[in-house]
Nanobody, 131 residues
């Protein structure tokens, strides 16, 4: 089992920044690729970003490219999501997730945005961006 705990959400004005953290405990953190997803009210959960086990693969959904940065610190068992230039449409509950189904970058790249690629999920942290 892997336990994930997000933090860092809050209320911010448009154009502001937040840094989300996701602390993992349980099994060896470096064995898992880590993703961030979000779910806005009335909408389906959607992929935001992923970082592979070693950090060699980093991907983002198009709408956050250039504004969000994912990173991980395997020594601290933590993954981060730095969110800059926030927009009201970024308002959502943000979840981190851990998975280890895919062992190649090519395989991970194909399935990284699907919820089924991840085995463990946090409870989420709310991000609200006011206009």
């Amino acid at each position: 089992q892997v336990q994930l705990a997000e933090s860092g959400g809050g209320l911010v004005q448009a154009g502001g920044s937040l840094r989300l953290s996701c602390a993992a405990s349980g099994r060896t953190f470096s064995n898992y690729y880590m993703g961030w997803f979000r779910q806005a009210p009335g909408k389906e959960r959607e992929f935001v970003s992923i970082v592979s086990r070693s950090g060699t693969l980093i991907e983002y959904t198009d709408s956050v490219k250039g504004r969000f940065t994912i990173s991980r610190d395997n020594a601290k068992n933590t993954v981060y999501l730095q969110m800059n230039s926030l927009k009201p449409e970024n308002t959502a509950n943000y979840y981190c997730a851990a998975g280890n189904h895919y062992t190649t970058v090519s395989g991970l790249r194909v399935y990284m945005a699907t919820s089924s690629a991840y085995d463990y999920w946090g409870q989420g942290t709310q991000v609200t961006v006011s206009s």
